[in-house]
């Protein structure tokens, strides 16, 4: 719709310019002032008359009938004066040469305005913490953080996506003591990162009998930041078996990662940033800790150094800041974590701003609400959390039986179901605009018929199937018409796919386009139960249909990469 809203502002500009030589609007003037009808009966676009009023000296109804009588453009089949509206009708030409073909002609890159073109972006996500569940609290900063990147990306960004693992910190010293009283070998080799997060909470559990525990993992952790071989080679392991694991997940989501450069990774470059806060004056004491004064700002202080000099969260993000900075060059940083960080992430932020970087305000924080499964919150420190592996696992075992049913002798059941499962709980998770609280139900994620992943999915496949059918079918023999009204609107669906693309990048927020699929998906299926395609009997209209079916599928496709969901040809 872009393009068209843009040509008829510059038309529109030029019927009002000639009603009066008064009027000094401009394209852009014309562009806010656009709205959406509520009904597309109504038109596809409409532009208010009522601001002109004052200005012409004329009731809204007449000016817009006055430009109604005299608007000139290629690109619109009507306009009609209601109510002091313009409602403006976008021509059928206009629909198939500038977006049947232009999706014919771009394909994949279709939507994509390359307006990130030489601009770099670094993603910092996932980032879970080794040894402590990867739960389903990281479902949001994963695939949140991941359909940003892929968005940047389709916008021409050179993107970095960057895992910075907690692989550092006071849980490691737990986690080797835990090992070295109650583990072994054999034990964490087969039970992998299971067995690390089980020896994790049993410090916890035996800690509240046993003071003396954790004085013995602060002196273990001590030993590791002195290079201790033996807890070097233990920490090492421990963060190489859950990266094992991690990389599981990330498997089925179909993400990759261009850094796990972690917290410990900068452990030699906090010394050079906190020398600088030291030299701006910003480090003040406090009962023996340092830490730079926000109250100025409406915050509470940054902790930098505790009180025995070791570091902090907000220490290693500095300096990791400065780092990229340095490395990638970036025109933004984007973090993706809960809502309950944005205070650390407000207060770095303006410790970096303080310490003079100018690009302090190229990084962004985009944080996003709690998940509950079943309106149970989730407990962390206790163990009692549900694991995003058993969250997947639970979601395609689901669809396995479902297929069973439905689809017994689908060839590659396992791997649709896994496609399927996987993209329900994404999909789910990804409807709702990101800040908001949700509540997980299976049985919702899981429908086929309602706004989710598996309808979402079903629709790709359908386009498949029809395609598949019309293979050896010449569609491209007859130059295309347009004959229904299901079949503008699909095509006028389609053509808003790039405003949605921008709209997600603008406000960091993926389920624009989630939200996108599903009006593609019920034009589509609209078009699809009222139309014949293949078997339509005018060889101009099946043609044109069949077109139509790959211009969705070509949309779609790219629409479910930008959320991590897998095309499925069959279902
Ligand atoms: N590891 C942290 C956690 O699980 C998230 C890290 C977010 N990124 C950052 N640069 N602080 O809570």
Not at 36 to 56: E, H, N, T, V
Not at 70 to 82: N, Q, R
Not at 232 to 237: N, Q, R, T
Request: with cysteine.
């Amino acid at each position: 719709m872009n393009n068209f809203k843009n040509t008829v502002a510059s038309d529109l500009l030029s019927c009002i310019s000639e009603l009066s030589a008064d009027i000094s609007l401009t394209k852009e003037d014309i562009l806010d002032m656009f709205e959406y009808p509520p009904d597309s009966s109504l038109g596809d676009i409409a532009f208010p008359c009522f601001k002109l009023s004052r200005i012409l000296r004329k009731a809204p109804p007449i000016i817009a009938k006055e430009i109604s009588e005299s608007l000139k453009s290629d690109v619109i089949s009507k306009a009609e004066a209601v109510n002091g509206y313009l409602n403006i009708f976008v021509s059928n030409e206009y629909l198939l040469s500038n977006v049947l073909f232009k999706i014919e002609e771009e394909k994949e890159h279709y939507g994509s305005d390359d307006s990130g073109k030489g601009k770099v972006a670094v993603f910092d996500y996932s980032s879970p913490n080794v040894a402590k569940p990867f739960h389903i609290g990281h479902l949001g900063t994963t695939i949140i953080g991941h359909s940003l990147k892929m968005l940047h990306q389709f916008q021409g960004y050179d993107c970095v996506g960057i895992n910075y693992l907690g692989d550092w910190g006071t849980q490691f010293g737990k986690l080797i003591v835990a090992y070295n009283l109650w583990g072994n070998k054999e034990m964490v080799e087969k039970g992998g990162v299971d067995e690390l997060v089980a020896l994790y909470v049993k410090f916890h559990e035996e800690a509240e009998k046993d003071e003396t525990l954790n004085q013995r993992a602060r002196e273990e952790f001590t030993k590791l930041e002195h290079h201790d071989e033996t807890n070097i080679a233990l920490w090492k392991w421990f963060v190489e078996i859950s990266l094992t694991e991690y990389k599981k997940t990330y498997k089925q989501l179909g993400i990759e990662f261009d850094s796990y450069k972690g917290e410990s990774f900068y452990t030699d470059k906090m010394p050079a940033q906190i020398e600088i806060l030291r030299e701006k004056n910003l480090l003040k004491i406090d009962g023996g800790a340092s830490i730079v004064d926000l109250s100025e700002y409406n915050m509470p202080p940054c902790l930098i150094l505790k009180r025995d000099g070791s570091t902090l969260y907000p220490t290693r993000d500095i300096a990791a800041a400065v780092y990229r900075k340095q490395a990638y060059k970036f025109d933004k940083c984007i973090y993706v974590t809960s809502a309950g960080q944005s205070l650390h992430f407000a207060q770095w932020f303006k410790v970096v701003e303080l310490m003079g970087y100018d690009w302090h305000d190229q990084l962004v924080h985009v944080p996003y609400g709690t998940v509950s499964i079943n309106n149970e919150k989730l407990a962390t420190r206790t163990g009692n959390v549900i694991l995003l592996k058993d969250l997947f696992a639970t979601a395609i075992e689901k669809v396995n039986e479902i297929m069973d049913e439905k689809n017994p002798n689908l060839p590659n059941k396992e791997e649709v179901a896994e496609a399927v499962g996987v993209g329900s709980v994404i999909f789910y998770y990804l409807y709702n605009n990101r800040i908001k609280d949700i509540n997980f139900v299976m049985k919702d994620a899981l429908s086929f018929d309602g706004n989710t992943g598996p309808y979402a999915q079903y629709t790709y496949a359908r386009t498949s199937g029809i395609l598949d059918k019309a293979k050896d079918l010449n569609y491209g023999s007859t130059a295309p018409q347009i004959t229904t009204s299901e079949e503008a609107d699909l095509l006028k669906v389609l053509s808003k796919f790039n405003e949605a693309v921008r709209g997600a990048i603008r406000d960091y927020e993926p389920s624009i386009i989630t939200r996108y699929i599903i009006d593609v998906c019920s034009a589509f299926n609209k078009f699809y139960h009222n139309c014949q395609i293949v078997s339509a009997e005018d060889e101009t209209v099946r043609n044109t249909r069949i077109r139509l079916t790959s211009a969705t599928k070509t949309v779609l496709g790219s629409a479910f990469e930008l959320i991590c969901l897998k095309k499925t040809e069959k279902i």
